[in-house]
């Protein structure tokens, strides 16, 4: 038992008395002795219930239930996983508010409930914004897909499996298919999945609970994603082969600096002194592997970034490719040559030549035989960009894959997942090559090379 001492005002002597009783008796002249920290706890309870009592039967307390209410029912109906999590966060908000109001939890900040309150409505904002981009998305995806509209659909899956859904299709050409549908149950998601087997798209095949990707004999590549954080959407793409023809190996710039791959069905898209791009067929996942091998004897083996299906590397000459297994027996190889190495031979004559000519000479010749370097700006500053983001997005995707679960991770990842694809869909308006300047394209294959090898740390 805890005690104190305390001076009787009577007899001013000091007595010990107990934190536990009231009261209590001097021993020298036997008056009363009351405990001051026990009236003030009875106080400070009395000012809590009347407190309690008052919010208990404000307006404001009952504003608060039923917003965590309407809170609560919106973590239960169709929204993304950015709208949950905003949602959860608000009725943690709301029930902590009327929890403190309650005096049933601590309020550590004097009108701290009413702060958390004030907070939670504010959340209505992005709430009601983030449900609005999606009513506009469910308005463009809310009908029945006719499937004798699609182009390419003797090829496709059959989609009578799908025909119960609603979708939209979002591009419909004779090489490239994209539809995309909402609300898809999981087993349609894997019965697709088996009718794309059953059509033969199991060449390459790479499956999981999300994605599955495939080629069939005539080289048609089928990607089927499957979304549960978006309202269970499944997207459904077709690309068709590139048409390959009969091609020489070049024996002059760049292309004859590397081996001559071992089949000649190909295309060329880029063919000059400082860039070479082309596709080859016919080349298995084995005859990929020993062409890289040749290359490396050719010596490319230094700054070399090796993975099961892509590879980089550069010789002495500072001389760099990147030679890519697609799929369905394809292979794309990049060749570029490093316009920031200087030939060592030219500045050599350069100095030899210096004897003979004037001083001021020599400066308006350099200036005269530097190559450009010049590239267009927007273009350099995008592709700065996207490889700036390719390497925050595997950061991320490290850490998330890591702790799925992370509630900060899942506000993140939707944003995350949506500006992947758009910087996807960017970079494809760059993808045809031949359209680019040389110095473009070197730049391109160069970033290509940096943001392949990043990725390959999540595959």
Not at 24 to 33: A, E, G, H, R
Not at 125 to 135: C, E, K, Q, V, Y
Not at 195 to 217: C, H, L, M, P, R
Not at 287 to 311: A, L, P, R, V, W
Request: with cysteine; net charge neutral.
């Amino acid at each position: 038992m805890s005690t104190k001492k305390v001076k009787c005002q009577n007899c001013k002597n000091d007595v010990e008395i107990s934190n536990e009783k009231e009261e209590s008796i001097c021993p020298y002249c036997n008056s009363k002795l009351t405990n001051i920290n026990n009236l003030e706890k009875e106080n400070e309870n009395l000012r809590n219930e009347e407190e309690k009592e008052r919010f208990k039967k404000s307006k404001f307390s009952k504003i608060l239930l039923i917003a965590f209410a309407i809170a609560g029912i919106g973590l239960f109906t169709d929204n993304n996983i950015l709208q949950k999590v905003l949602l959860l966060i608000q009725a943690c908000l709301f029930m902590s508010s009327w929890l403190m109001g309650m005096k049933i939890i601590k309020e550590y900040k004097k009108d701290l409930h009413t702060i958390l309150a004030i907070i939670g409505f504010v959340l209505i904002i992005p709430i009601i914004g983030l449900n609005s981009i999606g009513s506009m998305h469910e308005l463009e995806i809310s009908k029945k897909i006719d499937n004798n509209s699609i182009i390419m659909n003797k090829t496709l899956p059959d989609l009578n499996e799908l025909n119960t859904l609603k979708g939209k299709i979002i591009d419909n050409t004779s090489t490239n298919l994209s539809i995309e549908y909402k609300s898809v149950p999981k087993d349609k998601y894997y019965k697709y999945i088996k009718s794309a087997k059953d059509k033969g798209y199991t060449i390459d095949q790479e499956e999981t609970d999300t994605n599955f990707t495939g080629y069939n004999n005539e080289g048609y590549k089928l990607t089927i994603s499957y979304s549960s954080y978006f309202n269970n959407r499944m997207e459904v793409i077709l690309k068709a082969p590139e048409n390959l023809k009969t091609i020489e190996w070049p024996s002059l710039g760049l292309a004859s600096k590397i081996p001559k791959p071992i089949s000649n069905q190909g295309k060329i898209y880029t063919d000059d002194s400082k860039t070479f791009r082309a596709i080859i067929g016919n080349t298995s996942i084995d005859d990929y592997n020993k062409y890289i091998k040749e290359c490396e004897k050719s010596g490319f083996t230094e700054n070399y970034s090796k993975s099961e299906k892509q590879y980089s590397a550069e010789n002495k000459e500072k001389i760099k490719i990147s030679i890519n297994y697609i799929g369905a027996n394809v292979i794309e190889i990049s060749i570029y040559k490093d316009d920031t190495v200087k030939d060592t031979k030219k500045e050599e004559t350069k100095k030899e030549n210096k004897i003979e000519v004037k001083k001021e000479e020599p400066k308006k010749e350099e200036k005269q035989t530097q190559a450009p370097k010049v590239k267009s700006s927007d273009f350099k500053k995008y592709m700065d960009s996207y490889e700036s983001f390719m390497n925050k997005y595997v950061e991320f995707m490290k850490k998330y894959n890591k702790n799925p679960s992370d509630l900060t991770l899942l506000a993140k990842y939707a944003d995350m997942i949506n500006e992947y694809s758009k910087q996807l869909d960017e970079f494809d308006k760059y993808d045809d090559t031949h359209d680019l300047t040389s110095e473009e394209l070197s730049y391109y294959l160069e970033v290509q090379s940096r943001v392949l090898k990043k990725l390959s740390e999540i595959q």
